[in-house]
């Protein structure tokens, strides 16, 4: 395409313009800017009543920074007038100088320029706790199209104001998916793998549980995580009719593996492939962390078998009784018997049916978790019109769980605790279960419950406003609370801010815990953005929608790196790390972890670590979560 737009780009400083000719001139500009700065907004961009923030993030000295910064808004590929000479050979040039564009002064006045932009502003500085920034709110800007943000630091990457943004993360998380599945050969992405999973770990008799997907960036299947795929397709299925075809599809060929993940007399089993517990850890004690089930696995012969059944190089499921994964299995079934075709529907009732009786016979030790995951799990039922609950249960279940929540009336308050009321319930993967199964309680409203729903209600709300939302404003992204801690570990080590009451809060999970796990909190913020989406839904609520976009944005660009961790979302990202597969498409990374100081970290280099940079997949399921109920 030809352009000309000299008025606008071309330029070439004018002590720089004299005998020489262009090639030399060409290895003689200056500098760019760019790298001294991060100008950081979300790279998927806006709706266009969404919240819009765009933070200036300085890498050196912000000492020499004037207090306030211009920004303009322009059109994506229109750059505001620059400074130019040019050689003359280049004057009758169609094409416009393209060198070091960015290095150049403005020319004309501020007030022209404001003149040519869509719209423009100030980057305030900002005094935050994780160091000063320049930041403006540019929420007003509605206008649909693709633009970019320049300011004489430099430029934003391109994003789209429009009312169909999020269909991008709903395409980009199908093709995640099935990029992920297991025993099923991916042209260009993948072999077909472990087709011939698994043996049990208890005779070595042989289950047919190949298929289902991949959990992370590793071989393992582990239901604890990756049966929660159907709860996002359910989701995409009732909430959008673009994808229905294709969420059918990918229902029924992950189903297949999660219905084989049960034993005939009830029991759901926990994993494929997940290995072995480190030396010197015991199942009982230190198969969680954090509420996070099978960190300490060591993924021994996770990867690869010669897909040939019985040759003696089988995988092991693991057996053992994971309430979590029971209670799960029944939540998940029950939502997809509403999707699937009336035969497949009816065995999906009755297999979740068989694993309620199950679960509810060999109970559970009354875990905040567990409480929780049984309360969805009979919720969902009810509603595929099981007969064999009663809506009392429920009622007691959400009556247990809700006692479990914090009341105090000084500092950070509402957030959920143990059984115990030894320590606040926090989880890498699921933090916002208790919250959710309540508000799931409240959106269907099962015949019998109502007396529960209005003390449920206010429950949900009391942990957004006095919990989530006190501690957004603890710095400049908005970013909201980790966990809170009634008991803070090691305290000598790492920085916990004050909560009120003698407790501790934390953005980011505290590196120095028991197991020394150092996790990003994707998972984290992503539950969260699905909460706070289904309370604005549920609620009328719009700062609670908006809550739920900036950690969205965060998550995808707004944030001191600049970066997306939703690695087909924008245009920078970190290196996504799997251990078996070179890149998978279209991925959601751990996301950020805390310094002990509990300052954001984020690994921005080719260095591979696990901790921040693994491909995982339940981020990914809460944004569908999030995204279904903008």
Known sequence: MRMNRRDLLKFVPATAVGSIGVRAFAAQTAPSVKSQYVLACSQLGFRPDSPKTLTLVPRGDPVQLPSQIPFYIMPAGNSLPRQSTIPEVWNDSVFDWPFDVESAP??????????????????????????????????AYKQPGIFQIETEKGYSVP??????????????????????????????????????????????????????????????????LTSFHLEALANLYEFTEVYRSQVRDEIAWGNRWVQAMMAPEGNVWEDVGAGELRPGMSYEKDWWNENHPGCTADNSRSPFTDNIPLSGDERKIRTAYNPWVQFGFVREQSMVSRVLQETDSAKCLALAEKAWKTGVKRGHDRRTMFVSGQLRAGTELLRANSHIIAPQELVLLAQELMERQDSGTEGLSHYFLEKDGKDAYRS??????PPLSLLRLCELKPPGTEAVL?????????????????????????????????????????????AGRGRGVRTFIHPFNDQFMVHGTNGVLMHQAELLARAGRYFGEPLYRHQAERLLQWSMGHNPTGLSTFTGIGWKHPVGFSMVNLKIPEAVLNGFAGRPDDTPYLQTSNLIEWNTQEVWGVPYVHAIGAVTNL
Request: hydrophobic letters at 40%.
């Open 428 to 433: 890498v993967g699921f933090s916002c279960d």
């Open 159 to 224: 994003f789209q104001i429009g009312d169909s943004i999020y269909e991008r993360v709903m395409r980009g998380y199908l093709i995640y998916l099935y990029s992920q599945r297991a025993g099923f050969a991916v042209p260009g992405i993948r072999p077909a793998e472990n087709t011939d999973d698994a043996v049990l770990d208890t005779d070595g008799s042989w289950i047919p549980a190949s298929g289902g997907w991949f959990d992370a960036g590793d071989t393992s299947k582990n239901m604890a």
């Open 106 to 139: 403005w020319a004309g006045t501020e007030e022209s320029r404001r003149g040519k932009a869509r719209h423009s502003g100030l980057l305030v500085r900002k005094e935050d706790r994780w160091g000063p920034v320049w930041q403006a709110d540019f929420t």
């Open 454 to 498: 209005p003390a449920a209600e206010g429950a949900v709300r009391l942990h957004i406003d006095r919990f989530l939302l006190a501690d957004a404003g603890s710095n400049a992204y908005a970013v909201t609370p980790y966990g809170a801690y009634v008991r803070m570990v090691r305290p000598e080590m790492q920085t916990y801010r004050d």
